[in-house]
C-alpha cells in the first residue's frame, strides 16, 4: 500500500475516536484547526488554504488519475470509473474525500462519492426525471406543484456529485446558473400567485453561488410580502462544511424567518467541521433539518439510521424526511424494498426520541407529490374503538371519543328521551 494512504488509515483511526469523544463532551473536543491539519496531510495539502472553501471547490478531484492518489483502484476498476463519468462526471471535495476509508470498497462515504459500473445498468423502470420537474416548471427553473409553496432551481452546480442524486440525468450539461433575468422572472411570478407563502430555493446546491448573488436572491425573494418563509436546500454542511463562515451566516440571518435543509446520509459526516457548520447556522436563527435518502449498503439498518438520527440530534440538526430513493436512472444498485423502509421506521418509533424519528416518503413518479408511508399501528377501526399495536407489538384496544356520527346519533337520542 502506498505510504499516504496508510498515513490515512492512522489518522482516520485516531480521528474516528476524536468523533465519538467529541459529540459526547465539548471538553474533548479537538481544536478544529488540529483537525483540519490532519485532513489537509491526508491530502497533501500544508498551506492555509484547506479551510477556503473557494480552495476546496477549485481543488475538487475530478478525474481517475486524481482518485488514484488516494483510493486503491485496479486498471480494470479505473477503466470503468472513466466510462461511467463519461455520462455521470465525478467530482469530490477534499475535505470529503478525506472521510473516506481508502482500504474498503464498501464504505459508506466511497459509495456515495466514487462512480462505479452499476451506475450504467439501466433497468426499464427507471427515468431519466421521474419527479416530471421539467413538466411541473410554471417558468423556467420553478416547479409550482403543491397549493402554496415553489421550489426553485437556481444552478445545477454541486461542490460533490452525490451517485445517488435524483438530478444526475442533467450533469452532463452541467454548469448553469439562472441568469439574473430568469431570477426576475421567477420572481415575477411568484409575486402574481399571492398564495405561494413558502419558497425553496434549491438545485444542484445553491451555496455555490457567491455569498453576494445569494444576497440578492435572498432578498428580492423577502421583498415579496405574502412570502412568509424561505427555505434553503444545500449539501454543504455535509461536503463543504467550510462554506458556512460568518459573511454567509450574516446574510442568512438577515432575510429570515429561513429554514435550512441539509442533506446527512449516515453518522460518519457528522464530523467536528460539519457540527461546527451547523451550529454556526443556528446560532444565525436557522433552523437546520435533514432530509436524507435510503440507501442500500449505506444506511439502510436500523442500526445506522438510530445512530444517524441520534447524532442530527445532538448537532441541533433535526430529521425530516428520510427519501425512498428515486426511480432516476443510473442509481438502481441503491434501492431498497418500501418494506424495509418501514421496518427501519417501525424499529425506531418508540425505541428513541420521536424528534429523531424522519418522516419516510415515496416521492412519486410523474410529479404525484411526496407521500408517507409507515408501519401500520391501527389493525382495526370501527365508529367507537381502535384496535392497536403498540410499539412492543402489543395488541390494545382504544375507544374512539371524537367520532362526530356517534356524537350526533347520541344527540338525537337524547332530545328524543327529553321530549318523551
Ligand atoms: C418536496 C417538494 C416541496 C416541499 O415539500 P414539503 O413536503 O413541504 O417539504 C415543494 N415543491 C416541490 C416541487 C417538491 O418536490
Ligand atoms: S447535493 Fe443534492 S443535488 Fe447535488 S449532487 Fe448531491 S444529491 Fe444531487
Known amino acids: ?45 500544508s498551506s492555509q488554504s484547506w479551510n477556503d472553501w473557494r480552495w476546496q471547490f477549485r481543488n475538487r478531484v475530478t478525474t481517475v488519475e486524481q482518485l488514484l492518489k488516494f483510493i486503491p483502484l485496479t ?12 455520462k455521470y462526471p465525478l467530482a469530490i471535495t477534499p475535505y470529503y474525500l478525506s472521510l473516506l476509508e481508502p482500504s474498503d470498497p464498501y464504505d459508506p462515504i466511497r459509495l456515495q462519492s466514487v462512480p462505479t459500473i452499476a451506475e450504467l445498468s439501466k433497468s426499464c423502470v427507471s427515468m431519466e426525471d421521474p419527479l416530471a420537474e ?35 440525468r442533467e450533469w452532463q450539461y ?49 421583498r415579496i410580502p405574502h412570502v412568509e418563509i424561505i427555505r ?23 432575510f429570515g424567518p429561513i429554514w435550512l435543509n441539509t ?30 435518502v435510503l440507501l442500500k449498503g449505506i444506511n439502510d439498518s436500523v442500526e445506522t439510521q438510530i445512530k444517524l438520527c441520534q447524532s442530527l440530534l445532538r448537532i ?7 427519501f425512498q430513493c428515486d426511480d432516476v436512472a443510473g442509481t438502481e444498485h441503491f434501492w431498497t424494498s418500501v418494506e424495509s423502509g418501514v421496518e427501519i421506521i417501525r424499529n425506531m418509533r418508540g425505541f428513541t426520541s420521536g424528534l429523531a424519528i424522519p418522516n419516510y416518503v415515496i416521492d412519486l413518479p410523474n410529479g404525484g407529490g411526496k407521500i408517507p408511508v409507515s408501519p401500520d399501528y391501527i389493525l382495526e377501526r370501527t365508529l367507537d374503538e381502535l384496535i392497536v399495536r403498540n410499539y412492543q407489538g402489543k395488541i390494545m384496544h382504544y375507544s374512539n371519543p371524537g367520532n362526530s356520527q356517534t356524537r350526533v346519533m347520541s344527540e338525537v337520542v337524547l332530545k328524543d328521551v327529553i321530549i318523551v
Open 316 to 322: 441541533k440538526v433535526r430529521p425530516y424526511y428520510l
Open 174 to 222: 452541467g454548469g448553469w446558473v439562472r441568469t439574473p433575468e430568469q431570477f426576475e422572472n421567477m420572481l415575477a411570478y411568484i409575486r402574481q400567485h399571492k398564495e405561494v407563502r413558502d419558497v425553496i430555493v434549491s438545485g444542484g446546491d445553491p451555496l455555490t453561488l457567491s455569498t453576494v448573488r445569494l444576497e440578492e436572491v435572498l432578498s428580492g425573494i423577502r
Open 134 to 168: 421539467q413538466q411541473h416548471s410554471v417558468v423556467p427553473g420553478l416547479v409550482h406543484r403543491y397549493p402554496d409553496r415553489v421550489l426553485m432551481v437556481l444552478t445545477d452546480i454541486c461542490p460533490m456529485l452525490c451517485r445517488h442524486c435524483t438530478r444526475k
Open 232 to 254: 434553503i436546500g444545500t449539501r454543504v454542511p455535509v461536503v463543504l462544511p467550510q462554506r458556512i463562515d460568518d459573511e454567509l451566516c450574516n446574510v442568512l440571518s438577515k
Open 263 to 292: 442533506h446527512f446520509n449516515h453518522p460518519r459526516e457528522i464530523t467536528p467541521e460539519a457540527t461546527r457548520a451547523c451550529d454556526l447556522i443556528v446560532r444565525a436563527g436557522v433552523p437546520v433539518n435533514n432530509q436524507s
Open 75 to 86: 486498471s480494470n476498476e479505473c477503466a470503468q470509473i472513466r466510462s461511467v463519468s463519461a
Open 1 to 45: 500500500m502506498r505510504p499516504q494512504a496508510t498515513l490515512f488509515r492512522e489518522e482516520k483511526k485516531e480521528f474516528s475516536h476524536n468523533i465519538a469523544t467529541a459529540v459526547q463532551s465539548e471538553e474533548e473536543e479537538p481544536p478544529l484547526s488540529a483537525v483540519a491539519e490532519e485532513r489537509q496531510l491526508f491530502f497533501g495539502n
